[in-house]
């Protein structure tokens, strides 16, 4: 009788540890699971390989806590039929159905749910063992929910659901409201045209190629920036860019009668409908900060700049050389 009870008190914690275990593993992101592993947490990286096949764990639960619960159902009934009467049998399914629900359904999932991290450390190595364990029966019934259901498509997270999450971490206190602008940021990046941030054509600032050293410096002490176009006869005609080191070392070198066009390097050029995020992917590749911006009939139509992309993350850079 005390070995039926002691039996019947492992599977109740056995249906609680299915249960607890259900709900940490699903409510567990797979984000948070990629940072456990990162962070070489115990078991994480047992949780993602458990995690790769949900269907698969899903069943593996069903099936344990299933087997648990009616093997509790069923010894109850044997334990009251030794005890009781025939009348009290009735009775005791009662109570083993409450017993099941509250200590065998509710508390654990309420726990889980809130140490969900905690439980899916604890569970994955038992899980792991109950799956290899009842391998064939899993496998049939993966391939009968597969047949009727469809195979599982992993979830797609979407912009929406990224920005969500953002306002959420910040309203949690997990993110500051300066990163959430950020981010929401990073999102528009895609839908944001090189030609909306560029500085448009009338403003842009250039040398022409008959200047000599002396001039371009005279021209560079009025306008502080670091790159200039060299145009000939044209703004859409650029031979290339005077960096504005250059043009003091030349003159520093007393080159100061030197063409400027001894000293220009070559230029980039990208189309104005480009995306701001491809732009500044191109950037990073071609370890460049400046490119001029062109239409499809090849005119100029203004320049755009690493600093430029770097404002629609950021907000604007205020430099000493910028204007209040």
């Known amino acids: 009788m005390l070995v039926n009870i002691i039996i019947l008190i492992i599977l109740l914690a056995l249906s609680a540890f299915f249960s607890a275990s259900e709900v940490a593993f699903i409510s567990l992101s797979d984000a948070r699971v990629a940072t456990m592993v990162k962070k070489k947490l115990p078991r994480a990286e047992l949780i993602q390989k458990l995690k790769s096949q949900p269907r698969r764990l899903l069943i593996t639960v069903l099936i344990g806590n299933n087997i648990v619960n009616i093997a509790s159902a069923s010894l ?36 889980a749910a809130s140490h969900r991290k905690k ?87 250039f040398l022409t190629s008959n200047l000599t050293i002396d001039e371009a410096a005279d021209v560079i002490a009025e306008n502080p920036h670091t790159r200039f176009p060299v145009i000939e006869g044209s703004l859409d005609n650029i031979i290339g860019l005077a960096y504005t080191k250059d043009i003091l070392v030349a003159f520093n070198d007393d080159h100061e009668d030197r063409s400027v066009k001894k000293i220009i390097r070559p230029f980039f050029q990208v189309e104005g409908n480009l995306k701001i995020d491809d732009l500044l992917h191109l950037f990073q590749k071609k370890k460049i900060h400046m490119a001029l911006v062109k239409d499809i009939n090849n005119k100029i139509l203004g320049i755009v700049t690493l600093e430029d992309v770097l404002e629609e993350l950021v907000g604007e850079i205020v430099d000493e050389h910028d204007e209040d």
């Not at 009290?88 to 017993?99: A, D, N, Q, Y």
């Not at 496998?139 to 997270?157: S, V």
């Open 76 to 111: 109850a009934t044997v334990i009251a039929s030794d005890l009781f009467s025939s009348a009290i049998i009735g009775i005791t399914t009662g109570v083993m159905t409450f017993l099941i629900l509250v200590f065998g359904e509710i508390t654990p999932k309420s726990y």
């Open 119 to 205: 439980v899916a450390i604890i569970g994955a190595p038992l899980l792991y063992i109950v799956q290899k364990i009842f391998w064939p029966i899993i496998i049939f019934f993966e391939w009968l929910t597969n047949m009727f259901a469809g195979k599982h498509e992993p979830d797609q997270i979407h912009e929406d659901e990224l920005k969500a999450m953002a306002v959420l971490g910040r309203n949690q206190g997990n993110i500051e409201s300066g990163e959430e602008i950020i981010l929401n940021r990073i999102f528009e990046m895609n839908d944001i045209e090189t030609e909306d941030i560029m500085t448009k054509r009338k403003d842009i600032k």
